[in-house]
C-alpha cells in the first residue's frame, strides 16, 4: 500500500500500462487520420468511444469531475480547435481547411489509466500554424528525453522550456501542465513546463507521468470559457498540445 500512494508502479501495473499504452496510441492514431475537413466534433467523439470500446477498454474523461469543476465533462474526448488549448467539448462544429486540432483522450485499461494528446493539421495549414505543431512535438521529445530516476520535475520543466527558446514568438501555458497517471487518471506529482534544474520533485524509477507542453502563438495567458471546461488563449492566438504517458526508469525513459 505504500507504494501505491507513492504512485510507485509494480512490474504488473507497468505491464497492463504498456499494453493500455498501446493501443491509446492506436486509437489516437484512427482519431488524427479521421479528423479531416468537415468532420464534425461530435463524431470525432462517438469514433473515439467506439474504439475505446473495441479495445475492452473505458474512456478515462467521460463524466471525470475534479474539484473545482461546475459539470463532469461530458465527453470521451478533448477536441480542442486554433485557439482553444486544451479541454475542448465536442459538438456540432464542424472541421475546416487550415484548423488546428488537439486531441486528448484518457485510456483506462484493466483498471489502469494512460493519457496522450496530438495537434494535428487540417488539410493545409499556414507555416505558422505548421511551425508551430513542430515546435510543441520537439518541447515534448525535449522533456521525455531529461526524464531519468533521480532527475527532478524540475530537469523536465526546464527542458520544455529550454527546447522553445526566447524572443521567436512562442509561450508556454503555465496554468496548466503534466501530472502522475496510472492509478487515477491525475496524480501527483505537478509536472510543470518550466523549472529550474534540479529543483522540484526528485523522480524515482517506477513513477508513470504524463508530459504534456501546451504552446501558443503569442501570449501564453489562457481563460476558460463559458462550458467551464474549455482552456483559450486570452489574445485568440493558435494554441498546440501534445502529450505522451512516460515511464520513469533507471536508464531510458519509457513512453
Not at 12 to 31: N, P, S, T, V
Not at 74 to 101: F, K, M, T, W
Not at 120 to 139: C, D, K, M, N, Q
Not at 183 to 188: F, G, K, M, S, T
Amino acid at each position: 500500500m505504500a507504494k501505491r500512494k507513492l504512485g510507485i508502479k509494480s512490474p504488473a501495473d507497468i505491464a497492463i500500462l504498456r499494453a493500455g499504452g498501446r493501443e491509446l496510441a492506436r486509437i489516437i492514431d484512427i482519431l488524427a487520420a479521421a479528423a479531416r475537413p468537415g468532420v464534425s466534433t461530435n463524431s470525432l467523439d462517438r469514433l473515439a468511444r467506439d474504439l475505446v470500446r473495441d479495445a475492452h477498454g473505458e474512456p478515462a474523461f467521460l463524466n471525470y469531475r475534479p474539484a473545482g469543476a461546475r459539470t463532469p465533462f461530458p465527453a470521451a474526448l478533448c477536441v480542442s480547435i486554433n485557439d482553444e488549448v486544451v479541454h475542448g467539448i465536442p459538438g456540432e462544429r464542424l472541421l475546416a481547411e487550415g484548423d488546428l486540432v488537439g486531441l486528448d483522450l484518457g485510456l483506462k485499461y484493466q483498471g489502469l489509466f494512460t493519457d496522450m494528446a496530438v495537434t494535428v493539421a487540417i488539410g493545409v495549414v499556414s507555416p505558422e500554424a505548421r511551425a508551430l505543431i513542430e515546435v510543441t512535438r520537439a518541447a515534448l521529445a525535449a522533456g521525455i528525453a531529461a526524464v531519468r530516476a533521480g532527475a527532478t520535475t524540475g530537469d523536465i520543466g526546464y527542458a520544455v522550456a529550454a527546447s522553445i527558446g526566447k524572443g521567436n514568438g512562442y509561450d508556454l501555458v503555465r496554468e496548466l501542465g503534466g501530472h502522475g497517471v496510472g492509478y487515477r487518471v491525475h496524480e501527483p506529482p505537478d509536472i510543470p513546463n518550466f523549472g529550474e534544474r534540479s529543483q522540484g520533485m526528485r523522480l524515482p524509477a517506477g513513477l508513470v507521468i504524463a508530459i504534456e507542453p501546451m504552446i501558443t502563438i503569442g501570449s501564453g495567458a489562457v481563460v476558460t470559457a463559458n462550458d467551464g471546461w474549455t482552456v483559450k488563449t486570452k489574445h485568440g492566438g493558435l494554441a498546440a498540445h501534445f502529450e505522451h504517458t512516460v515511464l520513469v526508469t533507471a536508464g531510458a525513459p519509457e513512453i
